[in-house]
């Protein structure tokens, strides 16, 4: 996969984007709750083997930080206790383990690595007026991008992409800060509020002769619109 082909998956973060633009809300209240959200989080992957030129050794994947944006929304036929999520964020990392390739010891191998998530989320939520704990599930796509690996015996490339299918578990807990109020002058109201979240996340990447099964857990803090 190369280059060319990465702008397909950071579309949606440039979408989401867009939304957060918005300067009326056209839905009505009774319809259910949208809310936009953005937040960091930070990566804490585990240390697994990794499948580099036909031989198998022990990988050391360093935590990383990143950004993310979602929408979601609850329909008030569900009573707002369920609903979607569409979900994008991205983070860094780095990846090192011994290069033993062909027989041979090449030292360590290393790569920076960039990861691209993009979920579709079903979540379960307690409705409280004040606090909202939820917890849910989620599949989608991610990509594993290697930046400017040195890995002995490959042909390496500044840039190499593998996408997988992905799935994550979650759960968290909203914090209201402050009451409805209209929005813009207009008949549509909002709320804000704050978010702690924890994250499983589980991806299979395939580059040119490296695999490696990402696991990793996230950590996210973030504030959000409810409208």
């Known amino acids: 996969m190369g280059l060319d082909s990465l702008p397909r998956f950071v579309t949606l973060p440039g979408a989401l984007l867009c939304c957060l633009c918005i300067t009326d809300v056209a839905i009505p209240a009774e319809f259910g ?3 936009l959200s953005a937040y960091a989080l930070g990566a804490w992957p585990r240390d697994v083997d ?3 030129q036909e031989t198998t050794v022990p990988a050391t994947i360093q935590e990383g930080f990143g950004a993310g944006l979602k929408v979601g929304l609850f329909p008030a036929a569900l009573s707002r206790m ?3 999520e569409i979900d994008s964020n991205m983070h860094g990392a780095a990846v090192s383990f011994p290069n033993i390739a062909n027989g041979q010891d090449n030292g360590t191998g290393r790569s920076d690595l960039l990861i691209i998530n993009s979920t579709f989320n079903l979540i379960l939520r307690y409705p409280g007026r004040k606090v909202r704990p939820y917890g849910g599930f989620g599949i989608g796509w991610s990509t594993g991008v290697l930046l400017n690996p040195n890995i002995a015996g490959r042909d390496d490339k500044d840039f190499d992409a593998a996408r997988a299918f ?3 578990f979650l ?3 909203q914090l209201l800060l402050s009451p409805e109020v209209h929005l813009f002058g207009s008949h549509s109201t909002y709320s804000l509020f704050l978010f702690g979240e924890y994250r499983y996340l589980s991806s299979d990447y395939h580059w040119e002769a490296l695999a490696i099964d990402f696991r990793t857990h996230y950590g996210l803090v973030g504030v ?3 409208f």
């Open 50 to 52: 990794i499948f580099n």
């Open 171 to 173: 759960g968290g807990i």
């Open 224 to 226: 959000g619109l409810r």
């Open 33 to 35: 709750d949208v809310e």
């Open 82 to 84: 369920v609903g979607l």
């Open 166 to 168: 992905t799935y994550q």
